[in-house]
Structure formats: structure tokens, C-alpha cells
């Protein structure tokens, strides 16, 4: 079993400080198996909204839960909107007799809630499927072509891998995204992401894809805010800074799952991955996302202009740069002593696919992707 030790000890210190913490992740990514390692404390309660027998019990949840002390955590929380409030009147109790730790899979509703009936009193914590330092190092070539999913990356080979991300896919589409508050239809929905892998590391063009599916541009923002908001794909914003150029001003489209990406482009075995022509684009989601979970909640950005400089990641409040390469030795570039300037970086890391940290010049340096990069802060 891997043990996932960097988010247990963020749930143990968010509860220190808040009487409610929410765990919040897409579905599948092993909220639950982490949840119920707290289970082992003395007063603790377990409720699985998903469960009917429980869901009914929670028709009155202040009758249920009032009674109650310890740590209480509520998986799929977002089912029962009317449980919030009941949470904040908890919460507020001056004996302070119980603690809540709520799970779920990010739908409208739970946003909304969290925000308006327990803002000052819940810490959310944002929780992926496996990262580099989870696992053996050696393992990182199953981890990129299967993706973070526990049980798509612990299966047996990697067509059980490829089967279990094809029925993910399927249940997402048909049945998670209507119970999760999103009115679209599954077959328009499953046409849009598919489509949406082939702009996989590109800037968002909706009208394109609009066009392409024959609906309007606001249409395929709503199916583009849908998956980003169920933690499917991540939009990444453009950075503006007054540098007297032409900055690109839309957002970059990222699948946050490298493995659902290869599921979508048919890609089913790392040799097919090697040779396919989304492969730099691929290796670039994969590596995003692995950098920003070492900077969980942090601010972070990309930054092009239209004449040709940019920079694949910016993290403004390190004055941290990341150029992603998937390259055995990539080399200092022009683009990358322009960017240097413009931000004024402290240091700029070309992340690569090797073994070795070496120097590419004053404050340029590249580093493997295992790297624990939160040293150079």
C-alpha cells in the first residue's frame, strides 16, 4: 500500500486550526481510503452520503449529529446541501465537542456552500491521485502513461490500466457530471473532452472548438468550466506584467490526469505513447502537475508573448520559473534569458526527464523532475 503521509498531515494540521476541514478531489483519487485512516481515533463517525440508508438518516441532520463528538467525516458531502448550515450551527457550539472532516468531489453546490455558510470556519485542502514522491523513482514511466488514478496506475498490466480509465471515462460522462449539479447532455459532454485533448497544452480557442461542435462559444465555456471545476482539466491563466509587449492573454488548456489524456488520444502502451505526436505535449501536463503539487494552493501562471519568449510555469510569489523539456540534456535558450529579464526571476529551473542537476548559466539551472524543488525557495 502506499502511504500518502504529506496529505494525512495536512488534514491533522487543518483540523488543529478549523472545527471544519473538506478534503475535496476529483472522484477515485483516494479521499476515502485517506479518510478512514482517521478512524482509528477514539470517537470518530463515518457517514457515506452515497450510502441510502445514510442519506435518509441525514434528512435531519442535526438530529444526527448534534448527539455526536470526536471527528466526524461525511464522504460526499455535496449530495446533501442542506446539511451546511446544520454544520455551521455545529461548528459555532461553545464546547466544541466535534470536529468535521467532509469530503467531495467539487460540484457547484458544495463550492457555493462551503463559501457562503461555513466561510471563516472550514479549511479546504485539495487532494490528487499519486505524485513522484509517493512512489518508487524507477516508476515514473507507468506513472505518466497510466496517471495519478490509484487504481489505474496499481493495475495489474497496463491493458487493466487502460480498461479501468475507459469505464472512469464512461461513468464520468454518463452518470458523475448530472449527480455532481452540471445539466449537459453526456453524448455533447464526451464529444467536447474528447475534442479537448487534441488542444492539450494549448491556449483555449472556444470558438474553434465551438464552431467545430456546432454550438455557441458561451456553450463550450460551460462544458470547459464543467470539467475544469470536477478537477479534469486545469486552466492556466496567463501572467500580465507592464513590460511594454505584446502579452497573450488567454488561458492554456491542461489535462490534469496524464493518463485519462492517453485514454482519450487511444494511447495504450508506452511505446505508442513514445512515438505518438502528443508526446512533448503529454510529457508537459504530466510535469505541470507534478511541479504544482509541491506548491499546493500557490498562485501560479504561464507566461508568452507574441513574439516568441515564454515561460511554461510561474510561480509569482517565489519568483520561481519552470521551462519544461523533454529533452537528455536540454541547453540554455535566447527565450529563456528574455523571460529571466522580463520577470525578474530568481531562478529559472528547466525541468527534464534525467538524473542530475546542473548549472546552464547564472540562474538558470536544470534539475530532474524528481527534484524536491521546494529547496530552492
Known amino acids: ?101 467532509i469530503l467531495g468531489s467539487a460540484s457547484p453546490e458544495l463550492s457555493r456552500q462551503a463559501s457562503e455558510s461555513l466561510a471563516g470556519r472550514i479549511e479546504t485542502i485539495e487532494m490528487s491521485g499519486f505524485s513522484l514522491a509517493e512512489i518508487d523513482e524507477n516508476e515514473w514511466h507507468p506513472l505518466w502513461l497510466r496517471g495519478s488514478f490509484p487504481r489505474s496506475f496499481l493495475a495489474s498490466g497496463d491493458a487493466d490500466s487502460q480498461e479501468w480509465r475507459k469505464q472512469f471515462v464512461r461513468t464520468f460522462v454518463e452518470r458523475d457530471v448530472a449527480q455532481l449539479g452540471f445539466r449537459i447532455a453526456p453524448t455533447a ?58 502579452l497573450v492573454k488567454s488561458p492554456k488548456i491542461y489535462f490534469r490526469d496524464s493518463g485519462l489524456f492517453h485514454t482519450l488520444q487511444a494511447i495504450d502502451s508506452f511505446e505508442r505513447l513514445t512515438a505518438h505526436p502528443k508526446m512533448g505535449a503529454s510529457w508537459e501536463g504530466f510535469a505541470l502537475e507534478q511541479i504544482l503539487q509541491q506548491f499546493p494552493g500557490d498562485e501560479a501562471y504561464f507566461y508568452a508573448v507574441h513574439s516568441g519568449s515564454e515561460l511554461d510555469l510561474y510561480l509569482p510569489q517565489y519568483d520561481l520559473g519552470f521551462e519544461i523539456k523533454r529533452k537528455d540534456a536540454p541547453k540554455r535558450t535566447r527565450s529563456m534569458e528574455i523571460t529571466l529579464k522580463d520577470l525578474q526571476l530568481k531562478q529559472l529551473c528547466v525541468v527534464y526527464p534525467g538524473n542530475r542537476s546542473y548549472s546552464l548559466g547564472e540562474r538558470i539551472q536544470a534539475v530532474p523532475l524528481s527534484t524536491n524543488l521546494r529547496t530552492l525557495v
Open 189 to 246: 459532454l464526451g464529444r467536447f473532452w474528447t475534442m479537448l485533448s487534441h488542444y492539450h497544452g494549448q491556449i483555449w480557442n472556444g470558438s474553434e472548438i465551438a464552431s467545430s461542435m456546432g454550438v455557441s462559444p458561451q456553450t463550450s465555456r460551460n462544458y470547459l468550466d464543467a470539467l475544469e471545476q470536477t478537477f479534469m482539466i486545469r486552466r492556466l491563466l496567463p501572467w500580465h506584467a507592464n513590460v511594454g509587449k505584446r
Open 1 to 101: 500500500m502506499i502511504t500518502r503521509k504529506n496529505y494525512t498531515t495536512r488534514v491533522e494540521r487543518a483540523l488543529g486550526r478549523n472545527p471544519i476541514v473538506a478534503l475535496i478531489g476529483p472522484r477515485q483519487c483516494g479521499k476515502t481510503t485517506l479518510a478512514r485512516e482517521f478512524l482509528a481515533e477514539s470517537d470518530s463517525s463515518y457517514f457515506d452520503l452515497e450510502d441510502p440508508v445514510v442519506a435518509q438518516a441525514f434528512a435531519n441532520p442535526m438530529t444526527t449529529l448534534s448527539p455526536l463528538k470526536g471527528l466526524i467525516i461525511i464522504d460526499e458531502a455535496q449530495r446533501q446541501p442542506e446539511l451546511f448550515p446544520v454544520l455551521r450551527v455545529l461548528a459555532d457550539r461553545k464546547d466544541a465537542a466535534a470536529k468535521f472532516l
